[in-house]
């Protein structure tokens, strides 16, 4: 696709599920990182991932939050055993290459998590 | 450390020029950018500015770069309706641990009144 898709756009558990949300990247992009946007904590960095190097997971919150890409292209990240405190927007971003001007990221949609 | 400061909020009438201003604390960050969201929308990029820059103009919007003092700056001439929407800065580095990763702003809500 054109641009950056997210899956699902939205999504209600109940406290103590498990959710899987699912990021497409812009097919070319070698990088790709999650953040959350939550009305307390605004926009934070949780992972990113490059190529075949080891992601960088220094944002994730708890060892309950883990993300894995899959052929260098969709990612998935997983929020285990979900508490209130994990509802937010959580959004997917991709950049052609990181550290230069080809490093623009492009976000998704996002995918509104509610934990009730 | 990583610190990116916008005020809260900001109010124009149409037609007037928005001056959204943004501060940061790290003086390795290499690119500065501004972003857009709408109501219930993601991020849109609108602009961007390497850090060896002052100024970028892009059709009604202006970026200004002061490097000493850690200010960044974004102009929208002749305001309209359609661009009240929440306005980030953000800045990455291209070294170190943090590589490639945004540090956003708090976020300015700008509402343009008719």
């Known amino acids: 696709g054109a641009g950056v898709s997210q899956s699902p756009s939205n999504k209600v558990t109940e406290k103590g599920k498990d959710v899987e949300l699912r990021c497409d990247p812009i097919?070319?992009?070698?990088?790709l990182y999650w953040y959350r946007q939550s009305l307390g904590q605004g926009l934070e960095f949780l992972i990113y991932?490059?190529?075949?190097?080891?992601?960088?997971k220094s944002g994730l919150p708890s060892d309950r939050f883990s993300a894995e890409r899959t052929g260098g292209s969709v990612s998935t990240l997983t929020i285990q055993r979900t508490q209130q405190e994990d509802s937010a927007v959580y959004l997917c971003?991709?950049?052609?290459?990181?550290?230069?001007?080809?490093?623009?990221?492009?976000f998704g949609p996002g995918t509104r998590l509610t934990v009730l | 450390g990583e610190d990116v400061e916008q005020s809260l909020f900001l109010s124009v009438r149409e037609g007037d020029s928005s001056v959204i201003n943004c501060t940061y604390t790290?003086?390795?960050?290499?690119?500065l950018y501004w972003y857009k969201q709408e109501p219930g929308a993601g991020l849109q990029l609108l602009t961007y500015?390497?850090?060896?820059?002052d100024m970028k103009q892009d059709q009604r919007l202006t970026v200004l770069l002061n490097k000493k003092d850690k200010h960044l700056s974004l102009r929208i001439a002749d305001t309209q309706t359609g661009d009240s929407a929440i306005y980030f800065c953000a800045e990455s580095r291209t070294g170190g641990t943090s590589y490639g990763k945004l540090t956003f702003g708090q976020g300015t809500i700008l509402t343009v009144h008719p």
């Open positions: 097919s070319g992009h070698t990088a």
């Open positions: 971003a991709s950049s052609l290459v990181p550290g230069g001007s080809t490093d623009t990221q492009y």
């Open positions: 991932f490059q190529g075949n190097s080891a992601p960088d």
């Open positions: 500015i390497f850090s060896n820059m």
């Open positions: 790290d003086s390795s960050s290499t690119y």
